[in-house]
Nanobody, 122 residues
Framework: QVTLVESGGGSVQAGGSLRLSCAASGDTSSRYCMAWFRQAPGKERERVARITRTGNIVYADFVEGRFTISQDSAKNTVYLEMNSLKPEDSAQYYC????????????????WGQGTQVTVSS
C-alpha cells in the first residue's frame, strides 16, 4: 500500500503557474503508475497526467503542453508543473497510485492523496 500526500496548490491569476507535489511513502517500489487527476465542483474526476518509474508519460488532451509531470525517484515524489493556467483549470487536484499497468480509470487506483485545491482567477 502506498500513502500519498499532495502539496503546492493555491490561488493564482490566469496565466500564472503552480507546481504540485505528491510525496509517496510505503511500498514505493518501481512497480507503480503515478497519476494526477482533478475534480471541479459538480463534475466527474478527470485525468490530467500519468508517469511510471521508467519515465513513460501520458497527458490528457486538454493539457496542450501547459503541464509537465516529472518525478524524483530518490525522494519518492511526483510533480505536476502547471503553466499558463486558465480559470477552467480550477479544481481539487489528486495524486493517485496503482500497480502497473497504468490506467486512466479512477476506480483502478487503490491509493489516493487527500487532494490540493487549485484556484485560477480571471
Amino acid at each position: 500500500q502506498v500513502t500519498l500526500v499532495e502539496s503546492g496548490g493555491g490561488s493564482v491569476q490566469a496565466g500564472g503557474s503552480l507546481r504540485l507535489s505528491c510525496a509517496a511513502s510505503g511500498d514505493t517500489s518501481s512497480r507503480y503508475c503515478m497519476a494526477w487527476f482533478r475534480q471541479a465542483p459538480g463534475k466527474e474526476r478527470e485525468r490530467v497526467a500519468r508517469i511510471t518509474r521508467t519515465g513513460n508519460i501520458v497527458y490528457a488532451d486538454f493539457v496542450e503542453g501547459r503541464f509537465t509531470i516529472s518525478q524524483d525517484s530518490a525522494k519518492n515524489t511526483v510533480y505536476l508543473e502547471m503553466n499558463s493556467l486558465k480559470p477552467e483549470d480550477s479544481a481539487q487536484y489528486y495524486c493517485a497510485a496503482r500497480p502497473l499497468p497504468c490506467s486512466w480509470v479512477p476506480a483502478d487506483f487503490p491509493s489516493w492523496g487527500q487532494g490540493t485545491q487549485v484556484t485560477v482567477s480571471s
